[in-house]
């Protein structure tokens, strides 16, 4: 018995359809047919979308790039009209970060009629109203309102504190580090209700009762209950923060259980960066009690001391330190260093700067290596005045002590002696250097030759690469039946063959003449406030529409400075 669907399977003729469901079935095929197909760029999946506003960001974010953040936004803007996909697609990169750069728009003052924080409260009414937008922003930028070394006015704190408390998931707040007086500000409480932020800068200021008690008595003590309770709730919701520093200004006092009680209550905290601290405020027993990091800067600390530091390399919560800055320590013996080395295992990249060489003790036995590490791939080693530490450093090299080093950065390199332990180069200077006014100048150098500028360390550097090439290594002789037919010489070389260290006098912030970045790199903002050939919006004005559409108000070309490059 064969069913009616395996009888059609055979090639008998199908039944006969009525003529209404004919004639539907045709119509329906014919508007099919005429139908347009859609465009390609709608059924492209999202990941392509993400790709090309990516390749965006970095056109108009890379350091050599001639835009700006305006000119980004606007890009971003025009994208978002071409269709629901392509502002589904631009709208979050649109407000997950904010940067508001320079001065506001001539324009936006007359009409609205403020003197300043226009786009401020502009932005602030924009997130209130539409709160979707609000749930995307993770970092903000806001603008330099008043010069450096002036104090932030109360009602620019509370502006910004406003637009804090509009944005639930704020991660980062870049460009902006008031002075904190252990006095009540809403600005300081805006942040502290943001569960989500990532880090935070503290800049802790003078306040009058705590100086007036510091006369009268000695630490602990000069803080009262209130100043410790409010200090130590501003921490209780940052169950995300992972980078934190705390920098002293103007004998801002912040005492030793404070530190070690509020850095415990970060369960989150990976880097830390602790400067200018007061002796009584900071010391080898408080850096005993600092939790478990992965990345540690301390900078101007007088009371750290290199048996701190022996200690502290011994303590539990030092294995997991992947990167050490030690700066302006004043590290008087090399076996404190060697103790560093030795004991952090984890070690991967290691600072040190200061004045004095750190020398081996009277009476000490030493072996060489005199400082190893098995794990450390990169070093800046910055020892000013000359002494035994770069030449132990070198022959520690030489010895095997660092066999996973693969770079080397000394600006203040006496002789050489630790270029000659890394891979010649070529050519060490850079290009820009003959248009530097320091690397002209003679006086950069004092009567001893002592610099630490880069652009005079480059100079020094190439010149004894161009001193070793004029004497020659070896010399290449040809001979037929005893007779001389060529000869070759081989040009001499400053550096190791086969040494896998590279040396490097490059600066961490693009064109700076010091090699590390420091505080007036993230607080400064005079190049904002008065931009020098800043963007206008005119780089690209062979547009037909010209200058209507592409210009907007001068601008400096602002590039967020990431805290992770203290480390």
Not at 14 to 27: A, E, G, Q, V
Not at 169 to 180: A, D, I, Q, S, T
Not at 369 to 388: F, M
Not at 472 to 483: C, H, L, T
Request: proline share 6%.
């Amino acid at each position: 018995m064969v069913s009616i669907s395996s009888t059609y399977s055979i090639g008998l003729p199908s039944p006969p359809l009525s003529p209404s469901y004919s004639s539907t079935f045709i119509t329906q095929q014919k508007l099919r047919s005429t139908a347009p197909p859609p465009p390609v760029f709608q059924r492209l999946p999202p990941e392509i979308y993400d790709c090309i506003l990516r390749q965006l960001t970095v056109f108009h974010e890379e350091p050599a790039s001639m835009s700006c953040v305006s000119c980004h936004l606007r890009d971003l803007c025009a994208l978002a009209l071409v269709d629901r996909r392509w502002d589904r697609a631009v709208r979050p990169r649109l407000y997950e970060r904010i940067y508001l750069v320079g001065n506001d728009s001539p324009l936006q003052v007359k009409k609205f009629k403020l003197k300043t924080g226009v786009r401020l409260k502009l932005l602030r009414r924009t997130l209130r109203e539409r709160r979707v937008l609000a749930h995307y922003v993770r970092e903000i930028k806001v603008p330099r309102l008043q010069p450096d070394g002036e104090d932030v006015e109360e009602k620019t704190l509370d502006l910004v504190a406003s637009l804090i408390m509009a944005c639930p998931n704020l991660e980062k707040l870049v460009g902006f580090y008031p002075v904190y007086g252990h006095s009540f500000d809403r600005f300081t409480y805006a942040l502290s209700t943001r569960p989500r932020l990532k880090e935070h800068v503290w800049i802790i200021g003078e306040n009058s009762a705590i100086t007036e008690r510091s006369r009268k008595q000695v630490p602990p003590g000069l803080m009262d209950l209130e100043q410790v309770d409010q200090f130590l709730h501003f921490h209780d919701a940052w169950d995300s923060l992972s980078t934190l520093f705390l920098f002293s200004h103007k004998q801002g006092v912040l005492e030793r259980d404070i530190f070690v009680q509020t850095l415990h209550r970060l369960p989150s905290l990976q880097h830390l960066c602790i400067s200018n601290c007061d002796m009584d405020d900071f010391d080898d027993v408080t850096l005993q009690l600092l939790p478990p990091l992965q990345s540690l800067r301390l900078q101007d600390l007088a009371g750290v001391t290199f048996w701190g530091l022996s200690e502290f390399s011994r303590t539990r919560s030092s294995q997991c330190i992947r990167q050490l800055s030690l700066i302006h320590l004043d590290i008087k013996y090399l076996s404190a260093i060697s103790n560093l080395l030795l004991h952090l295992t984890s070690l991967q990249r290691f600072t040190l700067v200061q004045e004095s060489s750190p020398e081996v003790a009277v009476g000490e036995l030493v072996f060489q290596p005199i400082v190893a590490s098995q794990q450390l791939r990169y070093l800046h080693w910055d020892i000013l005045l000359p002494g035994s530490g770069n030449e132990n450093l070198a022959n520690s090299i030489r010895a095997g002590g660092f066999p996973n080093l693969r770079t080397i950065r000394a600006p203040s390199d006496h002789n050489g002696l630790l270029q000659m332990v890394c891979r010649p180069r070529a050519q060490i200077i850079l290009p820009s250097d003959k248009y530097s006014k320091a690397y002209r100048a003679t006086d950069e150098l004092n009567s001893d030759g002592l610099t630490r500028t880069l652009f005079t360390a480059r100079k020094q550097a190439q010149k004894r690469i161009e001193d070793a090439r004029k004497a020659a290594m070896y010399r290449v002789i040809i001979e037929e039946d005893g007779v001389v037919q060529e000869m070759f010489d081989i040009e001499g070389y400053m550096g190791t063959v086969g040494s896998k260290i590279t040396y490097t006098l490059d600066s961490d912030v693009p064109g700076s003449d010091n090699a590390l970045i420091d505080f007036p790199d993230l607080v400064n903002g005079g190049k904002e406030m008065s931009p020098r050939d800043g963007c206008t919006g005119m780089w690209n004005a062979s547009h037909h529409t010209g200058k209507k559409w592409w210009n907007h108000t001068e601008r400096y070309r602002y590039h967020p400075v990431d805290l992770r490059r203290f480390f």
